[in-house]
Structures are given as C-alpha cells and as structure tokens.
C-alpha cells in the first residue's frame, strides 16, 4: 500500500495533509526520510514509520472507544442535531467511521465505531450473542425475584413482540443493570415500561469484552488497543487482523 494511503487510512489526516508532510520531509520508514507519497510499504506491521519523529502504528481498520455523552444522536451526519461525529477527530471520521449499533440521543456510554464492515455486522447482529450491560436508574416499585425471572425467559413486549432472555440485576437506591445481546429501537426502555417501571438515566459501560475506559471524559474517545481490538474480533470469530485497532 502506498504510504500517503495508509497513513491517511490509520486516521493520521487526510490525503493531502499526509502528502505535505511527506514532501517536508517530516515522515521516515524504517529510520530513512521518505520524500514520495507513493512509497511502497509491505504491511501494516511491515516496517516503523514515524512522522516528526513519533512513532505512529498503521492499522488495516479503525475502531474507536467512544464514552458518549447525553443530548447528541448515534449518526455521523444530522442537518438538525449534534452527532457523535462531531466528538471525534475529522481524521479518524474521514476513514469511514460508522457507529456499531446505536445509542438514544439521552443515552450515555461505551459507543464503538469501526470502519471495518464485518465487524460492525457481526457486533450488531444478536446471532454472534455479544452481550452489552447497561446500569439505569428507574421510577417505580424495587425489582422482584419474579420480574428477574420474567427478564430471564424473555419478555413480550405489548406489540406481541418477544425478547431473547436478558438478566437483569437489582441494585440498591432505584438503580439496576441490564445484560442482553439484542439491540432493538429503544429496547431497555421498552423493557422496563412494560414491567411497570420508567427509566430515567440510561448508561452503556460493557460491549462483550470490553469495558469503558475510566479515564475517558463524556465525549471523549480513544483508539482501541491492539488487545482490545483481538478481544473483539475473537467474540464474533473473526481472525486476529494484519494489524492495528
């Protein structure tokens, strides 16, 4: 792959922003200073390239940790509302970022993004069972070991429609966590309603194997680590990729 090309596609800038920095001699490979945006690169893990001087890791795809804060929607564009592209550095949106799934514009929380198509396909599709917990907070009556089984053996909701089994967990102070591998328009909410109860805040922290990072701020996001990102993929039995998030 040409250089400019997997520079720009690890999310390090646009095409020609890399292209300028290459021609100012600001990128090297393997220790020598590359001056053709065309340069040849044998892999992603192939060989060291830094641009001015730091290190940079190229990647076959981009996934990206998101902590999602409240009042912007789960899209990359929107004429009206704020999205959660808008959080996310122009770079790493130009690679073809697209949210795995959706959080409501009043949900907060682990958001992912990825420009890898199967990946997103299979973390979204409840035939690979990837488990998501929410903890919400809830108006109305404390939980009963009957509604816990009733979670359990998956609920009709009043449309008709039936739920996979979910198991959901009282806490103490109207607080409880939600684990499921469906994803459906409103689901956790939709699920409390119909055990007569209301959620009032809603907060995504565990997608399968990962957990939110505590150090990021609402609206913040980070690249997953190459840990992470074969965590992932093993969840949905997808081979380790080439290299990089």
């Given at each position: 792959?040409?250089?400019?090309?997997?520079?720009?596609?690890?999310?390090?800038?646009?095409?020609?922003?890399?292209?300028?920095?290459?021609?100012?001699?600001?990128?090297?490979?393997?220790?020598?200073?590359?001056?053709?945006?065309?340069?040849?690169?044998?892999?992603?893990?192939?060989?060291?390239?830094?641009?001015?001087?730091?290190?940079?890791?190229?990647?076959?795809?981009?996934?990206?940790?998101?902590?999602?804060?409240?009042?912007?929607?789960t899209?990359?564009?929107?004429?009206?509302?704020?999205?959660?592209?808008?959080?996310?550095?122009?770079?790493?949106?130009?690679?073809?970022?697209?949210?795995?799934?959706?959080?409501?514009?009043?949900?907060?929380?682990?958001?992912?993004?990825?420009?890898?198509?199967t990946?997103?396909?299979?973390?979204?599709?409840p035939?690979?069972?990837?488990?998501?917990?929410?903890?919400?907070?809830?108006?109305?009556?404390?939980?009963?070991?009957?509604?816990?089984?009733?979670?359990?053996?998956?609920?009709?909701?009043?449309?008709?429609?039936?739920?996979?089994?979910?198991?959901?967990?009282?806490?103490s102070?109207?607080?409880?966590?939600?684990?499921?591998?469906?994803?459906?328009?409103?689901?956790?909410k939709?699920?409390?309603?119909?055990?007569?109860?209301?959620?009032?805040?809603l907060?995504?922290?565990?997608?399968?194997?990962?957990?939110?990072?505590?150090?990021?701020?609402?609206?913040?996001?980070?690249?997953?680590?190459?840990?992470?990102?074969?965590?992932?993929?093993?969840?949905?039995?997808?081979?380790?990729?080439?290299?990089?998030?």
């Open positions: 792959m040409r250089l400019d090309r997997a520079l720009a596609n690890s999310g390090y800038g646009s095409r020609s922003e890399i292209r300028k920095l290459i021609r100012l001699g600001q990128v090297t490979v393997a220790g020598e200073v590359i001056r053709d945006p065309a340069f040849p690169l044998g892999g992603p893990a192939a060989e060291t390239v830094r641009i001015s001087g730091q290190e940079r890791l190229l990647h076959d795809h981009l996934t990206v940790m998101l902590n999602k804060p409240a009042g912007c929607v899209a990359m564009e929107d004429s009206r509302l704020p999205t959660v592209a808008d959080l996310l550095p122009p770079a790493w949106v130009r690679t073809g970022l697209v949210p795995v799934g959706r959080l409501d514009r009043d949900t907060t929380g682990l958001l992912l993004l990825t420009n890898d198509g990946l997103n396909h299979r973390l979204a599709s035939r690979w069972g990837v488990w998501k917990i929410y903890r919400f907070r809830y108006d109305g009556p404390e939980w009963t070991p009957g509604d816990v089984a009733a979670f359990a053996a998956g609920l009709t909701l009043p449309d008709g429609r039936r739920l996979k089994p979910a198991r959901l967990v009282p806490r102070g109207g607080v409880a966590d939600l684990m499921l591998h469906e994803g459906k328009f409103h689901q956790v939709r699920m409390v309603r119909t055990c007569g109860r209301e959620v009032t805040r907060h995504r922290h565990t997608f399968g194997p990962l957990t939110l990072d505590e150090n990021l701020a609402a609206g913040a996001s980070r690249l997953l680590t190459a840990d992470e990102t074969k965590a992932l993929r093993a969840a949905v039995q997808m081979d380790e990729p080439a290299g990089g998030s």
